[in-house]
């Protein structure tokens, strides 16, 4: 038997991390963490990044290891990750994460996208400051159609992106998607962590308590600054930017946070059960979940 890739998922909130310390404690193996969000180091709280008693317990990869404005992708992510893979002579591996962007390019690849020159990218940061994401999605239009016809014309980044490849190369964005599944030198195992909905969603609201306990509105004061970074359009930091900026008080904030968790709760469900090679658990079926690892690896 070859290399193979335990690929945790779940919705956030449904119990990833402590599960994963657990696999990782019995397989004696570390964690590749795959949350985009938990890469940036100044923002642990409201990452639920794992915490100094989680991480002595278990190594893991890829937690803190950026500045909230560095540049990272799912494309670089992919190649990070398959280089550590090949390095590794331990036939299992655990990857686990809710960024599904960055678990569908470790399992199945992921286009070969240019990457953004320096100057291109400030020129198009600066124009959607100076212009307003409306016209550059009209631009989009223009310049692309097909490619905005599927795009998410609320997200600035994957607007600007798109119009960032097409300024670069001349080319539309659509051209270098082509959507292949690339081969792996290893196989991979994915298992789904889910709980009944009223159970998750009370477990968010809980969460999300305990964050502003721990501190997260004295976090989101330290990167106020820094507020225009993609690292921070997260749920979290956005509802508690508006409080500090005397738009909503704390308590329609923190209620504001514990609705648009649920909300993204349902989108990855959604994106997730398209999947059918997830073999999905409640995640206190430790047993059941080592079971059905040891059985198909």
Same mark, same amino acid.
């Given at each position: 038997?070859?290399?193979?890739?335990?690929?945790?998922? *779940?919705?956030? *909130?449904?119990?990833?991390?402590?599960?994963?310390?657990?696999?990782? +404690?019995?397989?004696?193996?570390?964690?590749?963490?795959?949350?985009?969000?938990?890469?940036?180091?100044?923002?642990?709280?409201?990452?639920?990044?794992? $915490?100094? +008693?989680?991480? @002595?317990?278990?190594?893991?990869?890829?937690?803190?290891?950026?500045?909230?404005? #560095?540049?990272?992708?799912?494309?670089?992510?992919?190649?990070?990750?398959?280089?550590?893979? &090949? /390095?590794? @002579?331990?036939?299992?591996?655990?990857?686990?994460?809710?960024?599904?962007?960055?678990?569908?390019?470790?399992?199945?690849?992921?286009?070969?996208?240019?990457?953004?020159?320096?100057? $291109?990218?400030?020129?198009?940061?600066?124009?959607?400051?100076?212009?307003?994401?409306?016209?550059?999605?009209?631009?989009? %239009?223009?310049?692309?159609?097909?490619?905005?016809?599927?795009? #998410?014309?609320?997200?600035?980044?994957?607007?600007?992106? &798109?119009?960032?490849?097409?300024?670069?190369?001349?080319?539309?964005?659509?051209?270098? =998607?082509?959507? +292949?599944?690339?081969? %792996?030198?290893?196989?991979?195992?994915?298992?789904?962590?889910? =709980?009944? =909905?009223?159970?998750?969603?009370?477990?968010?609201?809980?969460?999300?308590?305990?964050?502003? /306990? #721990?501190?997260?509105?004295?976090?989101?004061?330290?990167?106020?600054?820094?507020?225009?970074?993609?690292?921070?359009? $997260?749920?979290?930091?956005?509802?508690?930017?508006?409080?500090? #900026?005397? $738009?909503?008080?704390?308590?329609?904030?923190?209620?504001?946070?514990?609705?648009?968790? %649920? =909300?993204?709760? %349902?989108?990855?469900?959604?994106?997730?059960?398209?999947?059918?090679?997830?073999?999905?658990?409640?995640?206190?079926?430790?047993?059941?979940?080592?079971?059905?690892?040891? @059985?198909?690896?």
């Amino acid at each position: 038997m070859g290399k193979t890739l335990i690929v945790i998922v *779940g919705p956030t *909130g449904v119990g990833k991390t402590e599960l994963c310390i657990r696999l990782a +404690e019995y397989f004696h193996i570390p964690i590749i963490n795959a949350d985009s969000r938990q890469l940036f180091a100044d923002i642990p709280i409201g990452t639920a990044q794992p $915490t100094h +008693e989680q991480v @002595s317990r278990v190594k893991h990869y890829f937690v803190g290891t950026l500045a909230l404005d #560095d540049y990272y992708s799912a494309s670089m992510f992919e190649q990070d990750v398959l280089q550590l893979l &090949a /390095a590794s @002579s331990r036939p299992l591996e655990l990857m686990a994460g809710g960024s599904m962007m960055y678990i569908d390019a470790v399992c199945n690849g992921i286009d070969d996208i240019p990457t953004v020159d320096d100057a $291109t990218r400030a020129l198009m940061k600066q124009r959607l400051s100076n212009e307003g994401l409306p016209a550059l999605v009209e631009e989009l %239009r223009q310049l692309d159609p097909e490619h905005w016809a599927i795009v #998410d014309k609320q997200n600035p980044r994957r607007v600007v992106h &798109a119009l960032e490849i097409c300024h670069m190369t001349g080319k539309t964005y659509t051209s270098f =998607r082509r959507n +292949e599944k690339k081969q %792996r030198p290893f196989s991979i195992l994915k298992i789904g962590l889910v =709980r009944p =909905r009223e159970e998750l969603y009370e477990r968010i609201n809980q969460r999300v308590d305990q964050m502003m /306990a #721990d501190g997260l509105l004295e976090e989101v004061r330290r990167v106020y600054s820094k507020r225009h970074l993609n690292a921070l359009n $997260t749920v979290g930091y956005k509802e508690l930017f508006n409080f500090l #900026d005397g $738009t909503w008080s704390l308590e329609e904030a923190i209620e504001r946070i514990k609705g648009n968790t %649920r =909300r993204y709760c %349902r989108k990855q469900l959604t994106w997730l059960k398209r999947d059918p090679a997830i073999q999905w658990f409640h995640p206190d079926n430790f047993e059941e979940i080592i079971k059905y690892i040891e @059985s198909h690896t």
